[in-house]
């Protein structure tokens, strides 16, 4: 009997079916019956769903499904690399005070984490640990805010999640010291990630939330995040997160915000490195009196390809959303910027403003941008704006004439750009831990 | 002003029945229903074309066969599958003269030209305005012709160019919007059955402003019609299109093509009023507007214009598009689109720069009332050639009732660093406080939003031909009037 040469025709979707099929009962298994029971409705409709085409509006700017040919393979059980305490050094933002939460290939690494002292009721700790000792409160939010039945990658992501960032802030408790993640990715071999958040803040209480994800490795990484938000009412998030992985570390960020009356969220996303970064950043004011703040800034260089897309669905009277996105496009880089703010017919005295701005600096970048306004209700207002140009040529001009070079000139007008969205974040270490090292980059 | 006053008026705003529903009785000779390869060809033969225009229908015909499970399904409009094979793809008015004036035209046809206050009389009258009225497909009646000829003009219907001008019709036919470009075009490519030629040759300013009235009329029938304009170089046409259509039951597909050619340092104005019958209050019966509009300013310093105001149709899917190929070339386009009652409108344009320093400008206002969606949908493509490209972008949406709705949907695309591209867009009510400030000079709320609504549709009605700007400011007071008189 002669074996066939094994050829490798399989689909992702298939490889990943399968990978589930091999995985689940066993290294996926965990404690929490809930979150077992709910794997397997995931991957059905994973299948059901399918990786989308380019023909898919949502998608038409990137080609994911290409960028998942690659023959990833799934992780699943527990951390193989042990990653060393002097290794999370380039990470840390100086002079930042916080609880400092370490996840290696999405999972919760206690000998790295530095939690500290927390408020009274606070919980910040990994997912997984969070699903057996608080299965409670993970089973009345998890998956509630990321619907799987609709987001394929949601789907792909509940199947396989199995640890991540756990935060829980109890009513009327206020974090002042800022929740530090970082998110770190290693090992030799070409892996798909599922790591999964989960943060609560109940009634009235506040939460500063700082994440930033790196590698450690030259290996191809595929990261499939998901991070659901409640917030409860009159709570208040901000939310940042820095991109900065390696030129193999491609990764789709998933944020689902769950908002309660007078609640407010702001997040800001720096993407600064990478290979595929697609940030999918969805909010649901559901409540009167709402205030969310977007912000992004994105740079792109080599060949990334940055495509930020968001949705702020208004569904209740009342509220008021922002977002600003900018971006400087080098190399061969693409940007895509896809932001839509959808009003339902309830949704009366709603204001929402939507701005995007890029700066194309070679003739290879592109950018590809589309802000939607999708509005069914009368009394409101809405507006939106994008421009994309390259720096002008009188601003240089101006500054040259007052004894700039040309490169002075350049690095000015690019940081002023940048500043507009740096400038929204509210911890002091971290805005200047950016601008510093935005403005080297822009220097060079 | 009382809240009650302005939603009442509102409301009888968006109910307001048509005021242009009316049948002409005049005999028609319509092909019997459904399409196949032979109804291409009975077109083909009713209108006496040469072997060569039939051989392009069929390819055509042949390529929207397996085009049938790519239809159309995108935009932001909702409405039950059409039967193709319900439809009468052909219709003439029987009496087919070539008359030399018009007191020989049909006086039944004259009149609901006077009832629609657009008579050939009166435009003849007026002067600097030759009027090719296309009932039903058909060239009728054609003015101001020998005129034209005299400066070597070219205006007649596309029957007659295609008898007449084989060469020009051969050649530019098909070259902006080729018969696989998209469902309808395929189908109109197939199908058409009649439309306008124009061709100004090199360095020809045209004398006056050339105008076509599109009627859809005898029951059953879609029109197909198709236009092509040519401008040769250094040349400069005005083109008007307007149209109202009958009341009528059953929805009507109109499936348009317009292509326009500018060479170099040619300059082409088109600016359409689109009234068509748009439905009931609950939507039915209204025509089904689907139309390929497309231009390229093929040399360099071309520039093609498309003014538009569209307030009727049930639904109106229509892009109006400038390729800007030649270097320093400038495409325009300014819309007014008003949505009431179940209207669906999905509008836009597309902006494909390809030369070096070409310039766009896109001016669109939305205004929706009633149970109607009103949407923008606009592309602007700076290509990797396109060194220096300039856009500007300004959408501006505004609603008239809280069952409505307003959308935007602009796409920018953008491959040179030198592109220098804007969009904005804004969605807002009728304030207030504006009403309030004309209350307090005693303009009363009916006439308040008229003016509210005109000075937000300013900018477009500004750059419409005069007498359309004239036509256009009386349609947008009847839409909003109501019954109120």
């Not at chain 1, 499904?65 to 059980?77: D, N, P, S, T």
């Not at chain 1, 974090?175 to 990715?185: A, Y």
């Not at chain 2, 160019?161 to 530019?172: D, I, M, R, S, T």
């Not at chain 2, 390929?292 to 093929?298: A, F, M, P, Q, V």
Request: with cysteine.
């Amino acid at each position: 009997m002669t074996t066939a040469p094994t050829v490798r025709t399989s689909t992702p979707e298939e490889r990943f079916v399968a990978a589930f099929e091999l995985h689940e009962g066993h290294t996926l298994n965990g404690s929490n019956a809930r979150i077992q029971g709910l794997r397997k409705d995931a991957i059905e409709s994973f299948k059901q769903l399918g990786l989308p085409g380019r023909k898919d509006e949502a998608w038409k700017y990137t080609n994911i499904e290409k960028a998942l040919r690659h023959e990833y393979r799934v992780l699943a059980g527990a951390p193989l690399d042990e990653v060393a305490l002097e290794n999370l050094a380039p990470f840390l933002v100086p002079g930042l005070e916080a609880h400092r939460v370490v996840l290696v290939n999405g999972r919760f690494v206690a000998a790295l984490s530095h939690i500290g002292s927390l408020p009274e009721g606070v919980i910040v700790t990994g997912f997984a640990k969070a699903s057996e000792a608080h299965a409670d409160l993970v089973n009345t939010h998890f998956t509630r805010y990321a619907d799987f039945t609709t987001d394929v990658f949601a789907a792909l992501n509940t199947a396989f999640a199995q640890d991540g960032l756990f935060v829980y802030v109890p009513k009327n408790v206020i974090v002042e010291t800022p929740i530090q993640v970082i998110n770190l990715t290693t090992g030799d071999e070409d892996v798909l990630l599922n790591p999964r958040s989960l943060v609560v803040v109940e009634q009235s209480g506040s939460l500063k939330l700082v994440e930033g994800t790196h590698t450690l490795t030259e290996a191809k990484i595929f990261t499939n995040a998901v991070s659901e938000f409640f917030v409860g009412p009159n709570a208040r998030v901000d939310h940042y997160l820095v991109e900065d992985e390696g030129a193999n570390a491609s990764r789709i960020h998933n944020l689902k915000a769950h908002q309660e009356a007078d609640s407010y969220f702001s997040t800001s996303t720096i993407t600064l490195s990478g290979d595929l970064v697609r940030n999918d950043l969805h909010f649901l004011p559901d409540a009167e009196n709402c205030e969310t703040h977007l912000f992004g800034l994105f740079l792109g260089k080599g060949r990334m390809h940055i495509d930020n897309h968001t949705l702020v669905d208004h569904a209740k009277p009342n509220c008021y959303s922002n977002e600003l996105f900018k971006g400087v496009l080098d190399d061969a880089s693409t940007g895509v910027f896809n932001g839509k703010v959808f009003v339902r017919p309830d949704a009366q005295q709603t204001n929402a403003y939507q701005s995007n701005k890029t700066i194309v600096l070679t003739e290879q970048a592109q950018m590809f941008s589309k802000p939607e306004l999708e509005i069914y209700a009368d009394d409101v207002k809405c507006s939106h704006g994008a421009t994309t140009g390259q720096l002008e040529r009188e601003a240089i001009f101006y500054l040259r004439s007052r004894g700039l070079t040309e490169e002075r000139a350049r690095t000015l007008l690019l940081l002023a750009f940048a500043r507009d969205v740096l400038e929204q974040i509210k911890i002091d270490a971290l805005r200047e831990h950016l601008d510093a090292r935005i403005a080297a980059r822009f220097a060079n | 002003m009382s809240y009650v006053d302005e939603t009442a008026f509102l409301q009888e705003v968006a109910d307001s029945d048509y005021k242009y529903g009316f049948v002409t009785n005049f005999e028609a000779e319509t092909a019997p229903k459904g399409l196949s390869e032979d109804t291409v060809r009975f077109i083909s033969a009713k209108k006496e074309e040469p072997e060569w225009m039939l051989e392009w229908r069929l390819k055509a015909y042949r390529h929207w066969l397996t085009l049938q499970d790519k239809y159309p399904r995108w935009a932001h409009i909702e409405y039950p599958d059409i039967d193709f094979q319900d439809i009468s793809y052909y219709s003439a008015p029987s009496k087919k003269p070539k008359y030399d004036s018009l007191d020989e035209v049909d006086p039944e046809l004259l009149d609901t030209f006077e009832r629609l206050g657009i008579s050939l009389v009166e435009q003849k009258m007026l002067a600097g305005v030759a009027v090719d009225a296309v009932v039903d497909s058909v060239s009728v009646a054609t003015t101001f012709k020998e005129e034209l000829a005299k400066e070597g003009i070219i205006f007649c219907s596309f029957g007659e160019a295609v008898q007449n001008h084989p060469e020009l019709v051969q050649k530019y036919m098909g070259s902006v919007v080729p018969y696989t470009d998209n469902f309808y075009a395929s189908l109109n490519s197939a199908v058409f059955s009649d439309g306008s030629f124009c061709y100004i040759p090199k360095g020809v300013r045209c004398p006056m402003e050339l105008s076509t009235y599109f009627r859809i009329n005898a029951a059953g029938t879609g029109q197909f019609e198709r236009t092509l304009i040519i401008a040769d170089e250094g040349s400069y046409v005005s083109y008007l299109e307007g149209c109202t259509a009958p009341r009528r039951d059953e929805n009507q597909l109109h499936a348009a093509v317009v292509e326009i050619i500018a060479h170099k340092a040619a300059e082409v104005k088109y600016s359409t009023i689109q009234n068509w019958y748009p439905g009931d209050r609950e939507g039915k019966g209204g025509v089904f507007n689907f139309v390929t509009k497309r231009g390229i300013c093929d040399g360099d310093h071309a520039k093609i214009s498309w003014t538009q105001l569209e307030t009727g149709s049930s639904i109106t899917w229509k892009y109006p598009s400038v390729i800007l190929k030649g270097d320093y070339s400038v495409g325009e386009f300014y819309s007014v689109a008003f949505t009431k009652g179940r209207q669906q409108a999905d509008t836009g344009t597309k902006m494909i720069h390809l030369g070096k320093n070409t310039t766009s400008t896109i001016i669109s206002k939305g205004i929706s009332a009633g149970h109607s969606n009103n949407s923008y949908r606009g592309l602007v493509k700076i290509n990797k050639s396109a060194a220096n490209a300039r856009n500007f972008s300004q959408c501006d949406s505004l609603l008239l009732g809280d069952k409505c709705g307003a959308h935007t949907f602009p796409y920018l695309e953008i491959k040179h660093p030198t592109a220098h591209v804007e969009h904005e867009a804004t969605t807002s009510k009728v304030g207030e406080d504006q009403i309030f400030y004309c209350n307090q000079r005693g303009i009363g709320e009916e006439q308040a939003i008229k003016l509210i609504v005109n000075g937000f549709c300013k900018e477009i009605l500004a750059v419409l031909p005069m007498e359309f700007a004239v036509e256009a400011r009386k349609l947008l007071d009847i839409e909003l009037e109501g019954s109120v008189g």
